[in-house]
């Protein structure tokens, strides 16, 4: 039996929001907010807080620095049952940390200072570890500099001889992009980027066409976070359009990671494709509600009765 349920790779930031912000003021003036708060975030940060909440088994693959942004996240992780005997600390850089005004409208425009997470790199003689796993979550190709020289494809093609389900989500992506997944898409079950990732990269605009120009290069499935309108789901075999559940939206930050963490959760418990998706709409949802990448998600129990109940958008 795995080690873990699921260990997430990649790119981990410490946020600072404060909620809501409609302009900054004048001078060295001052505005009230209604809320601040400090998380860990980043592609792989908010996905397995909320996969952990759910019940999971996880462990996760980061570098941060020898600071005391670095010293929270091991704390928040550890309080949460997250193993994290597999993190790095860069004695060099300071842990990646991101400042974040939230808009009335829940927009979350992003100030972030690069750090550690450019730093990791896991190296072969960790692989097994790291692969101890029912599910690798690698995420935050774009943030991630050290392991996009080829690490990542070595890592991925490990996982999967080794039977381990991969998923695979990234951020920023550039023109260099395309050229860095190609060599990784053969090796990933469920490829998860945003709309705006897709097209940009794929250089499309309909979502079956961007599906499948991604599916042609090796992805298994392809699961396409639309914000609003929920998810696009396109297999060998069928296609569907997953909506999204209506909710008070405060603060967006988070939620394309989270609806990965939900969704791998969904996977470990024997949930069907349909049903897996349907639980990181609802994980995602709920994060929409509050301030920060984990908030709104309490336990699987409270997102199940909130899946069960509460009415879609579409």
Same mark, same amino acid.
């Given at each position: 039996?795995?080690?873990?349920?699921?260990?997430?790779?990649?790119?981990?930031?410490?946020? !600072?929001?404060?909620?809501?912000?409609?302009?900054?003021?004048?001078?060295?003036?001052?505005?009230?907010?209604?809320?601040?708060?400090?998380?860990?975030?980043?592609?792989?940060?908010?996905?397995?807080?909320?996969?952990?909440?759910?019940?999971?088994?996880?462990?996760?693959?980061?570098?941060?620095?020898?600071?005391?942004? *670095?010293?929270?996240?091991?704390?928040?992780?550890?309080?949460?049952?997250?193993?994290?005997?597999?993190?790095?600390?860069?004695?060099?850089?300071?842990?990646?940390?991101?400042?974040?005004?939230?808009?009335?409208?829940?927009?979350?425009?992003?100030?972030?200072?690069?750090?550690?997470?450019?730093?990791?790199?896991?190296?072969?003689?960790?692989?097994?570890?790291?692969?101890?796993?029912?599910?690798?979550?690698?995420?935050?190709?774009?943030?991630?500099?050290?392991?996009?020289?080829?690490?990542?494809?070595?890592?991925?093609?490990?996982?999967?001889?080794?039977?381990?389900?991969?998923?695979?989500?990234?951020?920023?992506?550039?023109?260099?992009?395309?050229?860095?997944?190609?060599?990784?898409?053969?090796?990933?079950?469920?490829?998860?980027?945003?709309?705006?990732?897709?097209?940009?990269?794929? *250089?499309?605009?309909?979502?079956?066409?961007?599906?499948?120009?991604?599916?042609?290069?090796?992805?298994?499935?392809?699961?396409?976070?639309? *914000?609003?309108? *929920?998810?696009?789901?396109?297999?060998?075999?069928?296609?569907?359009?997953?909506?999204?559940?209506?909710?008070?939206?405060?603060?967006?930050?988070?939620?394309?990671?989270?609806?990965?963490?939900?969704?791998?959760?969904?996977?470990?418990?024997?949930?069907?494709?349909?049903?897996?998706?349907?639980?990181?709409?609802?994980?995602?949802?709920?994060?929409?509600?509050?301030?920060?990448?984990?908030?709104?998600?309490?336990?699987?129990?409270?997102?199940?009765?909130?899946?069960?109940?509460?009415?879609?958008? !579409?």
């Amino acid at each position: 039996m795995p080690k873990f349920d699921a260990t997430f790779v990649g790119f981990i930031t410490l946020d !600072i929001s404060g909620r809501h912000v409609e302009a900054l003021p004048d001078g060295g003036g001052i505005a009230f907010l209604d809320e601040i708060r400090i998380n860990p975030a980043g592609t792989i940060g908010g996905s397995v807080m909320n996969c952990a909440k759910l019940g999971t088994r996880t462990t996760a693959v980061y570098c941060v620095g020898e600071d005391e942004k *670095g010293d929270f996240i091991h704390d928040v992780f550890g309080r949460m049952g997250i193993d994290t005997s597999l993190a790095m600390r860069s004695p060099d850089v300071g842990t990646s940390s991101t400042i974040l005004p939230i808009r009335p409208n829940g927009d979350r425009p992003c100030l972030h200072c690069r750090g550690a997470s450019e730093e990791l790199f896991v190296p072969e003689e960790m692989f097994d570890d790291v692969c101890d796993t029912k599910f690798l979550h690698h995420g935050g190709t774009g943030f991630i500099r050290a392991m996009e020289s080829g690490q990542s494809v070595k890592l991925l093609a490990h996982a999967k001889k080794k039977g381990v389900v991969t998923t695979f989500d990234l951020i920023g992506p550039h023109e260099g992009t395309l050229d860095q997944l190609k060599p990784m898409l053969p090796n990933i079950d469920y490829f998860m980027p945003s709309i705006e990732e897709a097209e940009f990269i794929s *250089g499309l605009t309909n979502r079956t066409d961007i599906a499948q120009f991604f599916m042609d290069l090796g992805a298994g499935t392809c699961i396409i976070k639309t *914000g609003a309108e *929920g998810s696009f789901i396109k297999t060998p075999d069928t296609e569907f359009q997953m909506p999204a559940f209506k909710v008070p939206v405060s603060d967006t930050t988070g939620c394309g990671d989270s609806y990965c963490g939900g969704f791998i959760a969904g996977l470990n418990m024997g949930y069907d494709l349909e049903a897996a998706c349907r639980l990181g709409t609802a994980t995602s949802g709920l994060v929409a509600t509050g301030l920060g990448s984990d908030a709104g998600v309490v336990d699987l129990e409270t997102t199940l009765a909130f899946m069960e109940t509460a009415e879609t958008l !579409i």
